[in-house]
C-alpha cells in the first residue's frame, strides 16, 4: 500500500509500505478515506530528527475511513462500518480512562507516534495511508451515524477527530456556560474549532485574535461576534473589553500557548475566569510562563492540556448529526494521498486561503 513516511527533517515522501494486519485480537484494520493534516504533524516535518522519528515513519493521526478486518475479541464494530478513530490510542478500561481522561491511559499512544510510544504489541503506525491498524478497537473507534456514513459529510466529520475535540476540551476544562464570553487566541485549525464550540454552547460574546485576514473570516462564519488583529497587548485588551461588556473572557482559549499569547490571556481574561492553554509551543522548548501574581490577585484558573482522545466524540457526532456543529469550512484544501507532502508544505508557508489540508488515501 501507499503512506506517508518522514525522511529527515523538511522531507516527508509518500512511499510504497507494508499493509497492515491484525495481529490481536483486538486489533481493527481501517481503510482509511480522509486523514488531516494537523498543526503538529508540521512540528514532526521541522523537527522530527529530534523527536526521535526515523527514516520510513508513518504519519498521521487524525483519520476516518470503513473497517476492513476485525480480530476475534473486537465486538463494538464489524467489516463495513464507518468509523472516525481516536486521536489518541487508549486502552477505555484503567481508572484515567473510566474518569474520561483518555490522553491520561496507561497504555497511551497516538497514531503517527506510536513507534515511539507503543509497546504493546505490533506496529501501530500513522493514518495518512491507505490502511491503518488500530489496537484496542473498541476503546478506539468511534461508530459514524448512519445519517453521517457517506462520503459527502467526511468534511464536516473530518474536524471532528482533533481539531475541534481540542477545541472542546479546552471550553470543557475552561467550564464555559451560555451566556458567558469566550475569547480565542489563534486562528488556525483549533482556534476556529474552540470558535465554533463556543458558540454550539451558548457563548454570549467570542472574540477570535489572530493575525491572518482569510482564517479570520472564516472565524466569523463559524460563530465569532468580533475579531482582532492586532499585536499589541493592550490593543487587545481593549478590543476585548469594548466586545464583552467591559468584562474580559471568562474563558480564555489560548491555542497558542507562547509567552505572547500567555500575555495576553491573562490581559483579556476576567477576574475569576479561566484560560485554557492548548498549544505546543512547550514540545519546541518555549515554555511560557505564567503570571501567578495576576492568577492569585484575580483568581485565575489556568488548564487545558492533552485533549482526551474519543471522550468528546460522542457528543460531537450528537451535535453534528442535529446541525448544531459543521466545522467544515475550516478544512480549506483536499488532496489525494500523492499530493500530501504539497499539503504539508502549503500548511507549513500558511500560503494564503489554507487553513487545513486533508488528503484521501484511496480516492
Known amino acids: 500500500m501507499r503512506g506517508l513516511t518522514f525522511q529527515a527533517n523538511e522531507n516527508v515522501q509518500v512511499q510504497d509500505v507494508d499493509d497492515p494486519g491484525v495481529v490481536a485480537p483486538t486489533d481493527a484494520v481501517v481503510r482509511v478515506t480522509m486523514a488531516g ?30 473497517v476492513e478486518e476485525v480480530g476475534g475479541g473486537v465486538t ?8 472516525l478513530a481516536a486521536v489518541c490510542v487508549s486502552c477505555g478500561e484503567c481508572i484515567y480512562c473510566r474518569e474520561g481522561m483518555r490522553s491520561s491511559c496507561v497504555k497511551m499512544s497516538m497514531f503517527g507516534w506510536a ?5 504493546y504489541g505490533g506496529d501501530v503506525e500513522g493514518g495518512q495511508s491507505q490502511f491503518a491498524r488500530v489496537p484496542l478497537a473498541d476503546a478506539n473507534l468511534v461508530k459514524i451515524p448512519e445519517s ?56 454570549a460574546n467570542i472574540v477570535c485574535l489572530g493575525h491572518h485576514p482569510d ?31 467591559g468584562q474580559g473572557g471568562h474563558t480564555v482559549v489560548d491555542t497558542i500557548s507562547s509567552g505572547a499569547s500567555m500575555a495576553t490571556a491573562h490581559a483579556t481574561v476576567r477576574a475569576g475566569g479561566s484560560i485554557a492553554c492548548l498549544g505546543m509551543d512547550h514540545f519546541m522548548g518555549q515554555t511560557p510562563e505564567v503570571n501567578w501574581f495576576d492568577q492569585f490577585l484575580r483568581n485565575i484558573t489556568v488548564t487545558g492540556g492533552l485533549v482526551h482522545g474519543p471522550a468528546y466524540l460522542p457528543e460531537l457526532l450528537r451535535l453534528s448529526e442535529n446541525g448544531t456543529i459543521d466545522p467544515s469550512p475550516m478544512l480549506s484544501h483536499t488532496l489525494p494521498l500523492e499530493q500530501a507532502p504539497d499539503g504539508y508544505r502549503m500548511m507549513a508557508e500558511r500560503a494564503e486561503g489554507v487553513i487545513k489540508v486533508a488528503v484521501q488515501p484511496n480516492a
Open 37 to 66: 493534516i494537523c498543526g503538529s504533524d508540521l512540528h514532526v516535518l521541522h523537527a522530527g530528527e529530534q523527536f526521535g522519528f526515523s527514516p520510513g515513519s508513518r504519519l498521521g493521526h487524525e483519520f476516518l475511513g470503513t
Open 76 to 83: 463494538s464494530v464489524v467489516p463495513g462500518d464507518r468509523v
Open 115 to 119: 513507534s515511539r510510544l507503543w509497546g
Open 148 to 203: 453521517l456514513a457517506a462520503p459527502e459529510h467526511e468534511k464536516r466529520l473530518l474536524p471532528l477527530i482533533d481539531v475541534m475535540s481540542t477545541g472542546w476540551h479546552g471550553l470543557v476544562a475552561g467550564h464555559v456556560h451560555a451566556g458567558q464570553n469566550v475569547v480565542v487566541i489563534g486562528d488556525g485549525a483549533v482556534g476556529l474549532s474552540a470558535v465554533h464550540g463556543a458558540k454550539a454552547m451558548g457563548a
Open 215 to 245: 482564517r479570520l473570516a472564516v472565524a466569523k462564519k463559524l460563530g465569532a461576534t468580533a475579531i482582532g488583529t492586532s499585536r499589541e497587548v493592550e490593543e487587545l485588551k481593549e478590543l476585548v473589553m469594548t466586545n464583552t461588556n
